[in-house]
């Protein structure tokens, strides 16, 4: 299992101490570093300024967002960052929310899976240098609208690789499935490797499809996981506790949050009811408060050093190819250390 250094997206402005953490990430000889986006900051013009400092680290988005984009555009942006980087670019993509999707981007969040099955599509085409065509539901290239004047067009820029990776992320089955089956890789956001009978059934069963792209052996699994050192494991997850409250409480709906089904497949349905109902009751510090020991546990390494190497075992036995981590320099020494 290789270590990366996720950074994320910002908050308020740009986080302080980015480039010495990707600059010791390099060092230490991690394998990769991935930014994100949400409604603030972008993932690609971060990971270009501070990819453009190393010479060996793969530089991942988890992820580029797609209804931010058209699929030409994030396939211009993918050959661009993958020539810059002298082939070091994995493109993650996700679909986000209908809040996100629907709130930020003005765009309409139906049919996710078939939207995202063409976009890949175009990539692809984009990637092998052909003239982009697609009459689908979601994307039709050319625009069989307008002028009428729309043609066919191949990219001005040749590839540096046709095979240039793609990630997806996906947390429910359905999309699970679709990633094993048309993508290079898959970012689940919360996993659990006590917890995976499910994605392991979807993936299989992606696998098994007519056409799909990669086998078990060369798929990528790319999970962010946090980790928090500290002496009392409790005071470790309480540092946990907010970021799974926002994301099971208050990242959607009632009735429309993935996240909050991720943590109901573990068998936290009764926590996750109670988290969402204080959450959207405006009760946010009885939300986090409702957040038990286990559930930190399934998917995040927490307490002192010994602890966290004893838990790190499960984790290395898993589906997780490559291990995302966040935090301090002395968090990144003491992953590399344990992770060795």
């Keep these: 299992m290789r270590l990366g250094v996720s950074l994320g997206y910002w908050g308020a402005g740009p986080p302080p101490g980015h480039a010495a953490l990707v600059a010791l990430a ?3 000889g991690l394998d990769s570093v991935w930014t994100a986006e949400a409604y603030g900051s972008d993932a690609l013009t971060p990971l270009a300024w501070l990819g453009s400092r190393t010479t060996r680290l793969r530089l991942g988005t988890s992820v580029v967002q797609m209804s931010a984009r058209t699929p030409t555009a994030t396939a211009m942006a993918a050959l661009t960052m993958d020539h810059l980087s002298g082939g070091r670019f994995v493109l993650g993509l996700g679909v986000s929310g209908p809040q996100v999707v629907e709130g930020w981007y003005g765009r309409p969040y139906p049919g996710p899976l078939a939207r995202t099955r063409e976009y890949v599509d175009v990539l692809r085409q984009v990637f092998a240098r052909q003239a982009v065509s697609l009459d689908g539901e979601h994307y039709r290239i050319p625009f069989d609208g307008g002028t009428g004047l729309g043609k066919s067009l191949r990219s001005t820029v040749h590839p540096l690789r046709t095979d240039l990776p793609v990630l997806l992320a996906a947390e429910g089955p359905k999309n699970v499935a679709l990633a094993a089956e048309i993508a290079d890789g898959w970012i689940p956001l919360f996993y659990s490797p006590h917890d995976d009978g499910h994605y392991r059934a979807a993936l299989a069963e992606g696998f098994a499809r007519p056409g799909a792209r990669r086998t078990a052996e ?3 699994v790319t999970c962010m996981v946090p980790v928090e050192v500290a002496d009392d494991v409790d005071a470790a997850a309480d540092r946990v506790r907010p970021m799974l409250a926002l994301y ?6 009632r009735g429309a949050n993935f996240h909050y089904e991720v943590f109901a497949r573990m068998g936290f349905e ?4 109670r988290i969402q109902d204080a959450y959207l009751g405006g009760r946010k510090d009885e939300a986090v408060a409702a957040v ?3 559930m930190v546990e399934k998917v995040a390494l927490v307490g002192p050093r010994d602890k966290i190497a004893d838990d790190l075992a499960a984790w ?3 589906l997780v190819s490559t291990m995302l981590i966040g935090g301090p320099p002395e968090t990144l020494r003491m992953m590399a250390e344990l992770a060795g």
């Design 248 to 253: 099971i409480g208050g990242m959607g709906a």
């Design 292 to 294: 038990p020991l286990a």
């Design 218 to 220: 060369t798929f990528e």
């Design 26 to 28: 390099e060092e230490l």
């Design 316 to 318: 290395q036995e898993s």
């Design 270 to 273: 009764a926590e996750c009811a």
